[in-house]
């Protein structure tokens, strides 16, 4: 039975810790590694974080059908989602997990050939937004007003996913994404 858990939401705003929790809590699911053509960040490891190649490598794997969904998320940034992700983690009998922006999920949920379960996390306002980015430290002032314009236009299309979760407390939001994960993976269709 196929079975694909898709995470998103706007940039900081908590999808990556989230994920994190739910491969702790669920040893049936995998980490799905995105590709990119950004720069590798500190502490970031090819094939672990992303797949990180250049812009020509990217745009060939548009070109020839190998990613199931892929947005230029920002002016010559792309990122997507590997067909042979799903595939490697199909071998290891597991289900994907993807960790995705939200019109990347919006495409692979138009994509798959079944209903994966579709998870929409938000923050609980655009201001709380702007400390989290800030705080990670990872972005220019400039870039952080980017994502937050960006996360307004990406917050407007939450009633297309399953479930929308505001993430304003942490530990009520692992507790809510783990329930309705635990749910899907016991279902039978």
Do not use: C
Not at 5 to 30: A, H, R
Not at 39 to 44: A, D, L, N, Q, V
């Amino acid at each position: 039975m196929q079975k694909v858990i898709i995470l998103t939401g706007p940039s900081g705003v908590g999808k990556n810790t989230l994920g994190d929790f739910l491969l702790e809590q669920f040893p049936q699911l995998s980490y799905s590694v995105s590709a990119t053509n950004r720069p590798i960040r500190k502490g970031e490891e090819d094939g672990r974080d992303y797949h990180f190649m250049n812009r020509e490598a990217f745009e060939e794997k548009i070109r020839t059908d190998e990613l199931l969904e892929w947005q230029e998320v920002y002016d010559g940034t792309y990122y997507g989602t590997l067909k042979s992700e799903l595939e490697r983690i199909n071998q290891l009998n597991k289900f994907p997990l993807l960790v995705v922006d939200v019109f990347g999920a919006l495409n692979v949920m138009k994509n798959l050939k079944f209903k994966p379960l579709s998870l929409f996390i938000l923050p609980k306002d655009l201001e709380v937004l702007r400390q989290r980015l800030e705080n990670r430290g990872t972005d220019t002032p400039e870039t952080i007003q980017k994502r937050l314009g960006k996360a307004e236009i990406e917050m407007q299309e939450y009633r297309q996913f399953d479930f929308a979760i505001v993430n304003d407390d942490l530990s009520k939001a692992k507790s809510q994404v783990a329930s309705i994960v635990d749910d899907f993976l016991k279902s039978t269709h």
